[in-house]
C-alpha cells in the first residue's frame, strides 16, 4: 500500500493543557496487557468506573471491539499483530491530546510493541499495568473457550499456546489476579494514577 505524501500536522487552537486546566485532571494512557483469560479487560472497565465516578474523562479500548470495527481488516499473524497494537496506539495517543484517560485492555504479546507504544504517546502519560496470571489458571477460566479451540488446533498462534508472551520488564505496575481480588487490583492502579498526579486532587485514603 502507497504511502499517503503531503501531509502535514495541523496544530489545533485548543491545546492538551487547555483542556487539562479546564477538567483539574491530566490526560494518560493505561495500558493492561497479560495473557487472554488473566483479568484485563475485567480490571479496566473497574478501574474506568471508579475514574469516571471522580468525574474523570475516561474511554475504554478492548481488543474485540477494536477489531470489530477500526482493525477488523487485520487478522492474527504476527505482523497483523504489530499493525493492531500500532494503530490502537495512535488512537490512544489522540484520546491523550482530548484530554482522557485512556484504558486499553490486548494481550500485546510483544515487548517490542508496547514500547513502541509508549514512545508514541509519551513516557510520562504512559502507564504499562502487567496484569500477571498463571497460564493454567488463564486456561482454567477460559471466558471465550479460545484455549480449548487452540489446544484443539482450531485457532492457530494463540498467544500462550502457539505463540508466546512476552512479559514487560519494568512496568509500571504488577497485578496477580490469580491470588488479589480484583477491587484490591483496581485499588493498586487507581493509586498509581493519584500518585502521578493524573486524577487532579487525590481524596483521603482509608488505609
Not at 505482523?79 to 493492531?84: C, H, I, L, Q, V
Not at 485512556?102 to 510493541?113: C, H, K, Q
Not at 502507564?127 to 473457550?145: A, H, M, N, T
Not at 505463540?163 to 512496568?171: D, F, G, I, M
Amino acid at each position: 500500500m502507497a504511502r499517503a505524501e503531503n501531509i502535514v500536522w495541523h496544530d489545533a487552537t485548543i491545546t492538551q493543557s487547555d483542556r487539562e486546566a479546564r477538567s483539574g485532571h491530566k490526560s494518560a494512557v493505561v495500558w493492561f496487557t497479560g495473557l487472554s483469560g488473566a483479568g484485563k479487560s475485567t480490571l479496566a472497565n473497574r478501574v474506568e468506573a471508579e475514574l469516571f465516578s471522580r468525574g474523570i474523562r475516561t474511554y475504554l479500548l478492548d481488543g474485540d471491539n477494536i477489531r470489530s470495527g477500526l482493525n477488523s481488516d487485520l487478522g492474527f499473524s504476527e505482523p497483523d499483530r504489530m499493525e493492531n497494537i500500532r494503530r490502537i496506539s495512535e488512537v490512544a495517543k489522540l484520546f491523550v491530546d482530548s484530554n482522557a484517560v485512556v484504558l486499553t485492555a490486548f494481550i500485546s504479546p510483544f515487548r517490542e510493541d508496547r514500547e513502541k507504544a509508549r514512545a508514541r504517546v509519551g513516557d510520562q502519560e504512559f502507564f504499562e499495568i502487567y496484569v500477571k496470571c498463571p497460564l493454567d489458571v488463564c486456561e482454567s477460566r477460559d471466558p471465550k473457550g479460545l484455549y480449548q479451540k487452540a489446544r484443539s488446533g482450531a485457532i492457530k498462534n494463540f498467544t500462550g499456546i502457539g505463540s508466546a508472551y512476552e512479559p514487560p520488564l519494568s512496568p509500571e505496575l504488577i497485578v496477580d489476579t490469580s491470588v488479589e481480588t480484583l477491587d484490591a487490583c483496581a485499588r493498586k492502579v487507581i493509586h498509581l494514577l493519584e500518585d502521578r498526579g493524573i486524577t487532579g486532587k487525590r481524596p483521603e485514603r482509608a488505609e
